[in-house]
């Protein structure tokens, strides 16, 4: 055989590499699927689910973990799709199901099968949408049933109330997760300062804000806050940044009103407000490339740890989670 010219030893070399990473992807798609290949279907999401009842109990026993158990209908409707693609696919969602649960799958459409038995057990319904229920190790629910539980920030405020009942550690990155995807209880306020920079620094370590952003409003620079009303009602956040003095000036939306007279308080339009360039976010973030590189950290996590002084270790490690910081340590 004719040696290749010297040029043409790297593309090649990469296409095998491509080729196999392919195909071994694909050998453990088909080693987690098992024998049953709907277990990679897209209802199921990425959670590496076991489907032996009995050996999960008995694991229970073992480890204190609950049992964190989807009926579910596969293949499915759009419902079951989406939930399987947003809410069992989350990355935080998955490793806090696999973490902190023992996860088992009980479809709820496959007659004659030990499946069925499971579903008369627990008299779930038959071809019916996603239910997750909770067990401790007798098979009994640790806390009751509900059904409609759809989005990721439900699902995470079942898991910690499920984790709290069994007398189990909560992951502090279930909690944010739990805040971050909450939308029916989150706000905006924009607050004008000197630096956007030090707005999204100062701001968004304060407990209950979820996000920042470096924008200009009102032709001022200006930090963009989004907030949970439940953990942080407004007249606390607008003390607190003035407190950290980035609250020269306040923006509401027309629907929010504060009780001050520190500040001049004027309405937000969304419209008007313009986000600062890519460069001008997350400043701080900016000298941790490495975290901010992460494929799985969130804006809330990235607006925490923009928060942080330089040497604040530990305070990355509260924001991150166990799979994401070990993924830091292999960089």
């Known amino acids: 055989m004719e040696h290749l010219p010297e040029n043409l030893h790297r593309p090649i070399s990469i296409v ?26 897209i209802e199921a999401g990425a959670v590496d689910w076991g489907r032996d009842f009995d050996s999960a109990l008995e694991e229970c026993k073992a480890t204190g973990r609950p049992l964190l158990v989807l009926f579910q209908e596969i293949p499915g409707c759009i419902g079951c799709k989406t939930f399987g693609a947003e809410v069992l696919s989350q990355p935080l969602m998955v490793e806090a199901i696999e973490s902190a649960f023992i996860p ?19 008299d779930e319904p038959a071809w019916n949408y996603q239910v997750i229920r909770f067990l401790n190790a007798e098979g009994d629910d640790i806390i ?27 992951p502090q990155f279930l909690r944010m997760l739990m805040l971050e995807h909450d939308r029916d209880n989150q706000a905006i306020a924009a607050f004008a300062m000197a630096c956007y920079w030090t707005g999204e620094h100062k701001l968004g370590g304060i407990e209950g804000v979820i996000t920042t952003e470096a924008g200009w409003y009102d032709n001022r620079e200006v930090t963009l806050v989004t907030y949970h009303t439940g953990v942080l009602p407004l007249q606390r956040l607008i003390e607190r940044a003035a407190e950290e003095r980035c609250a020269q000036r306040v923006y509401l ?17 969304l419209e008007k407000y313009q986000k600062a360039s890519s460069g001008d976010q ?4 900016q000298n941790r490339p490495a975290i901010g590189s992460l494929k799985t950290l969130t804006p809330m996590q990235a607006t925490k740890i923009n928060s942080l002084s330089p040497q604040d270790g530990e305070g990355i490690s509260r924001w991150l989670s166990p799979r994401q910081l070990a993924t830091l340590s292999r960089q």
């Open 144 to 170: 009751p049933r509900r059904d409609k539980i759809w989005t990721v920030s439900a699902v995470a405020k079942r898991m910690i109330e499920a984790l709290e009942a069994a007398d189990r550690r909560v």
């Open 16 to 41: 095998c590499r491509l080729v196999f990473s392919a195909i071994l992807a694909l050998m453990l798609l088909a080693a987690r699927a098992g024998a049953d290949p709907s277990l990679a279907a």
């Open 253 to 269: 939306p027309e629907n929010l009103s504060a009780d001050t007279t520190r500040f001049t308080v004027k309405p937000l339009r």
């Open 104 to 122: 088992v799958l009980v479809y709820n459409n496959r007659p004659g099968t030990t499946d069925e038995q499971l579903l008369r057990r627990y």
């Open 282 to 285: 997350k400043k701080h973030l």
